[in-house]
């Protein structure tokens, strides 16, 4: 069982940056991934960003590609999105998730991004 945990969510005008943490518990191997995804009210999930256990194999949206880095600590079982220039169209409850195969089996409660014109 993984459980986790987002923080660092907020309210930033247009333009500003936040970074968001997703600490996790359990067992974490090498090999597994955590990924970001994020909602809108009355949208369907949106893929972010994701990166293996082993800082590998990064991969981006093409909407957040350029702004967005996502990053790991494995000494703190932590993942990080780094969210810069951030827009309007950028808000959305951010969920972090983890798989050890094809399938996100874990996710976490959310954190709310809320970005002002």
């Known amino acids: 069982q993984v459980q986790l945990v987002e923080s660092g969510g907020g309210l930033v005008q247009a333009g500003a940056s936040l970074r968001l943490s997703c600490s996790a518990s359990g067992r974490t191997v090498s090999n597994s991934v955590m990924g970001w995804f994020r909602q809108a009210p009355g949208k369907e999930r949106e893929f972010v960003a994701s990166i293996r256990w082993s800082g590998e194999s990064l991969s981006y949206a093409d909407s957040v590609k350029g702004r967005f880095t996502t990053s790991r600590d494995n000494a703190k079982n932590t993942v990080y999105l780094q969210m810069n220039s951030l827009k309007p169209e950028d808000s959305a409850v951010y969920y972090c998730?983890?798989?050890?195969?094809?399938?996100?089996?874990?996710w976490g409660q959310g954190t709310q991004v809320t970005v002002s014109s």
């Open positions: 998730a983890f798989r050890y195969g094809p399938t996100y089996n874990y």
